[in-house]
């Protein structure tokens, strides 16, 4: 099967950066959504009219493919769907931080083939394709590779918030925050891109949704690294995701984890 390029991920994510980079840092209209185990799961118009800019785009061009979104659910079925995450990071988008981003997923048969995240404050993107995972920042684009540092006691570790963490999984995570060199908090997706920049070396995320992680596996994959959950089984539906720059690191920190 022919897949959508590259080109049309740029698209997409160009239609993106416009819904959103106008309604960064203003005194943008904040609601909530219900969502379990938390109190307060933000939502804007920026996340919305994002997801609606990209629904319509593939919908032009590519109608049978089902669309899964954070914001609209999913419409259509078939062997390829795109998942969408139109504001990774809600809350740092709020806030001012640019740490979020646009995801834009594409499965195959339920595994990711194509991925973009796009940082428009930034200027940055990180992508992968059927060629290999890139990134470009003003015209500059290099591809993307994780780094060895060679064990977990030089490691960099990062996760979203340490609250999320429970009885279940709180063991396993004081051993490994105490494996490791360094371990940092809060960077949402674009913590996940620089494992396949080789700046971060591993992240683990106790709960993860389809929409945030599909769009970053082969990014991730294509840069040298391994994406799976806790079990050890694909992450494209979600849940508990473990993600390495290295098959070693990842063999030694779900060890650690138990």
Request: with cysteine; aromatic share 8%; charged share 25%.
């Amino acid at each position: 099967m022919i897949l959508p390029d590259a080109a049309f991920l740029h698209r997409l994510a160009d239609l993106a950066d416009a819904e959103t980079m106008p309604r960064y840092r203003t005194d943008i209209a904040v609601d909530t959504k219900v969502k379990e185990g938390y109190s307060f799961d933000p939502v804007t118009e920026a996340d919305r009219e994002a997801e609606v800019a990209i629904r319509a785009e593939i919908g032009a061009h590519f109608p049978g493919h089902a669309i899964l979104g954070e914001e609209f659910g999913l419409t259509g079925s078939g062997r390829v769907r795109w998942v969408l995450d139109p504001v990774d990071g809600t809350r740092p988008f709020i806030c001012g931080l640019p740490v979020w981003g646009t995801l834009i997923g594409l499965t195959l048969d339920g595994r990711a083939e194509l991925g973009m995240m796009s940082q428009p404050f930034t200027r940055e993107r990180f992508w992968a394709d059927r060629d290999g995972a890139w990134t470009e920042r003003d015209g500059v684009r290099r591809p993307l590779a994780t780094r060895d540092v060679g064990s977990l006691d030089r490691a960099i570790l990062h996760t979203t918030s340490p609250e999320h963490f429970g009885d279940d999984l709180a063991p396993g995570f004081a051993r490994f925050k105490a494996a490791v060199r360094m371990i940092r908090y809060g960077g949402e997706c674009y913590a996940m891109a620089m494992i396949a920049a080789g700046r971060i070396d591993l992240a683990i995320e106790p709960s993860l949704q389809p929409y945030d992680i599909v769009a970053l596996i082969p990014i991730i994959e294509r840069a040298g690294g391994v994406v799976t959950r806790l079990d050890g089984g694909r992450a494209e539906e979600g849940g508990a995701v473990l993600v390495a720059a290295t098959p070693a690191l990842h063999a030694e920190a779900l060890r650690i984890l138990g």
